[in-house]
């Protein structure tokens, strides 16, 4: 099983790579279609579109819930996609998500300024036009990163290799990839992936429902002890508050269980508030 995460600037033949990558190891390309196709089967187009390597209005980030849940259901279908086998991700920070999987390999691409100018315009860009579409595409990537994980995309530290395309070309670099991924080291490390990436889809999904429905995510801690298998602690004001989050639980695709341990408040004189 191979799981291959590609970060690229524009303009570094970054797409065209991953494709190659994918067809060599005969693992499924996610690129913004097929990631849109899986958030269409969830029903989670919208929300994934708004935060789509771009950074939601201040608006909403100030006076609304919105982006978490734009955040959470985006993380769950990359979680989802890898989970169902072999996979080369473009973008959405899924070298980020991934990072703890030992068996992902995260490739950054990257060439200078002038030399994806030039890349730009050997696809028919006028150079005024290259120069403003590479300035608004790194402005955009670069402030999503920021906004959703807190890190810094050029950080050299979140990529397994950074291929700068100045003097490489592209069979050379998907060659590089590709014999990395097939290497004894990245594949030993491969293991039983596939559950525990089902499980974080499901608890992103399950984190998304309850802040939609109305609950603060502060007051409420949702884990996915097994496939299936929800596990919610917290606190809250009432029996019916607790029962409410386990009706928002149940309706999620893939839950087979509750393990409902929020506890209900209570006041002197045996009233609750609702």
């Not at 974080?200 to 496939?227: D, K, N, W």
Request: glycine content about 6%; some cysteine.
């Amino acid at each position: 099983m191979h799981i291959i995460t590609v970060t690229r600037k524009m303009g570094t033949n970054g797409t065209e790579i991953a494709k190659l990558v994918a067809n060599e190891l005969a693992a499924t390309l996610y690129d913004t279609e097929a990631i849109e196709n899986a958030a269409r089967e969830m029903g989670f187009l919208r929300d994934v579109r708004e935060v789509d390597e771009k950074v939601p209005s201040l608006f909403q980030r100030l006076f609304s819930h919105r982006p978490e849940i734009y955040l959470d259901r985006l993380n769950s279908v990359i979680y989802d996609l890898a989970s169902r086998g072999s996979a080369v991700l473009l973008g959405r920070g899924s070298h980020i998500l991934l990072r703890t999987f030992t068996c992902a390999l995260h490739i950054r691409v990257t060439a200078s300024f002038d030399k994806r100018i030039y890349g730009l315009m050997e696809k028919g860009f006028e150079r005024e036009a290259a120069i403003k579409a590479l300035h608004k595409s790194d402005r955009e990537r670069e402030a999503f990163i920021k906004f959703a994980f807190g890190a810094d995309w050029d950080e050299p530290e979140l990529y397994d290799i950074v291929l700068n395309m100045n003097n490489l070309s592209v069979p050379l670099a998907v060659d590089t990839v590709v014999h990395l991924a097939r290497s004894e080291e990245i594949q030993a490390r491969s293991g039983d992936v596939l559950k525990s990436l089902e499980m974080m889809g499901l608890a992103r999904r399950a984190e998304a429902a309850l802040i939609e429905a109305g609950f603060p995510s502060a007051s409420l801690s949702v884990s996915v002890v097994e496939p299936g298998r929800i596990r919610v602690t917290g606190a809250a004001e009432g029996e019916s508050t607790k029962e409410k989050v386990g009706d928002v639980l149940k309706r999620l695709r893939g839950v087979q269980s509750i393990n409902n341990q929020i506890k209900v408040a209570r006041y002197p004189g045996g009233t609750q508030h609702y």
